[in-house]
Nanobody, 122 residues
Framework: QVQLVESGGGLVQAGGSLRLSCVVS????????MYWYRQAPGQQRDLVAT???????VYSDPVKGRFTISRNIAKTTVYLQMNDLKPEDSAVYYC????????????????WGQGTQVTISE
């Protein structure tokens, strides 16, 4: 069973840092591309960062220079290092895999995690 589980969210003051993690289980090889999204109450879910299969990274304008996306060697875990956090960063953060193959070779597309809450005070 392929699943994604986020962790690392919490409540921090503006200017602080958090590191989010997303673990992909149920696969031998990690996804080609992984994403971090965030969604504040009453708003759409926005793309924050992308880690592509070739190692390239893409960030949305609000987080450029502050957030860093990275992955482990097996590409089964994706991280989001968030520095200099601002109140507008408050949201539920979700990871997503573009394609994941399970142990039987079945492909799953656009697999989402359950989300982790990030709240920035002040």
């Amino acid at each position: 069973q392929v699943q994604l589980v986020e962790s690392g969210g919490g409540l921090v003051q503006a200017g602080g840092s958090l590191r989010l993690s997303c673990v992909v289980s149920g696969t031998i090889v990690g996804p080609d591309t992984m994403y971090w999204y965030r969604q504040a109450p009453g708003q759409q879910r926005d793309l924050v960062a992308t880690s592509l299969a070739d190692g390239s990274k893409v960030y949305s304008d609000p987080v450029k220079g502050r957030f860093t996306i990275s992955r482990n060697i097996a590409k089964t875990t994706v991280y989001l290092q968030m520095n200099d956090l601002k109140p507008e960063d408050s949201a539920v953060y979700y990871c997503k895999a573009d394609r994941v193959a399970d142990y039987n070779g079945r492909n799953y597309y656009n697999v989402w995690g359950q989300g982790t809450q990030v709240t920035i005070s002040e």
